[in-house]
């Protein structure tokens, strides 16, 4: 955490020498002329599988707002490091804002990718406010996460709905495995499994990583004497978790803890960011911070 702020000092310090001034497009009295810029946050992945994911969100935004630039960072170090290996160079938020003021953007329009407005949302706030407090543009703004108004926890149950295979029968189950963490933010996991059962009580929706744990979710199919579920991972890409957490042939993967207690599993391999209608959510909550500019 400590590396990690002081990384941010460096880099909002050495963005302010790269453009020469530290004013918002005021420095040496002249206003630069209005220059708008989206800037498309993810956690990021180093699954190629999950290039799939990125490419439709990049093509969706690209569709909504042609004449608007659009630019990408990771907000995860460890998978920045991964590419960095592999010859792909990703930049992080930081680094992509200080890249930005030095290409003389004024506004910037960011947009998390995130599912919830966990960890990674808010050192994204806290980044986003470092560089307001330097005055790098005249505007800096953040768009929501996935989850994060009521409208959007209602959109997302369509969204669901929408998404699940159809040759699924009454009775079967699906079970969306959610990343789940520490951070409060967890509880919108749990909020929009209530909600999805409200419209359909045969789906569930677990986490990895925080509540509710695959072995309640388990529990839960058990006392409804389900037999099959549709595994599907309820994260923007069907990454590493998907892969192992979710579909694995471990012994601990949901598909192997659920098929043990009887319970048929189909996986289906397809991040949410593949889906037009999650898709759409996070393209409409751009409309918030570009609101600003007008
Ligand atoms: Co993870």
């Known amino acids: 955490m400590q590396r990690k702020r002081s990384i941010v000092g460096i880099v909002v310090v050495m963005s302010c020498f790269l ?3 530290c004013l918002a497009g005021g420095g040496h009295g002249h206003t630069l002329p209005q220059k708008v810029g989206i800037l498309l946050v993810a956690f990021g992945s180093s699954e190629a599988s999950a290039q799939i994911s990125f490419e439709n969100i990049d093509k969706a935004v690209k569709a909504a707002y042609p004449n608007i630039p659009v630019r990408w960072a990771y907000t995860s170090d460890i998978i920045r490091a991964k590419l960095a290996k592999q010859g792909k160079q990703l930049d992080s938020p930081e680094v992509a804002l200080a890249k930005m003021q030095n290409e003389k953007f004024t506004h910037v329009a960011l947009q998390s990718l995130h599912t919830i407005g966990g960890a990674e949302y808010h050192d994204l706030r806290r980044t986003v406010t470092g ?4 005055g790098a543009f005249q505007k800096i703004v953040l768009g929501y996460p996935l989850l994060a108004t009521q409208e959007d926890m209602q959109a997302s149950v369509e969204a669901v709905l929408k998404t699940i295979p159809k040759e699924r029968q009454p009775g079967e189950a699906v ?6 963490t520490h951070h409060p933010s967890n509880a919108f996991y749990p ?3 209530f909600q999805l059962q409200l419209r359909d009580p045969n789906i569930f929706v677990g986490t990895v990583e925080g509540y509710p744990e695959v072995g309640l979710i388990k529990e839960m199919l058990l ?6 579920a549709y595994l599907m991972p309820f994260m923007s890409v069907a990454g590493d978790h998907a892969k192992n957490d979710m579909a694995g042939d471990e012994n601990d993967s949901w598909k192997s803890i659920l098929s043990d207690a009887g319970i048929q599993c189909i996986p289906v391999m397809k991040g949410t960011a593949e ?7 996070w393209v409409k909550h751009l409309e918030g911070p570009l609101a600003h500019f007008k």
């Open 19 to 21: 453009a020469s001034n």
């Open 131 to 134: 560089f307001k407090a330097m």
């Open 175 to 180: 079970v969306l495995m959610a990343h789940g």
């Open 191 to 193: 909020a929009l499994m």
């Open 223 to 228: 006392k409804k004497k389900i037999k099959k």
């Open 275 to 281: 889906y037009d209608s999650f898709v759409a959510i």
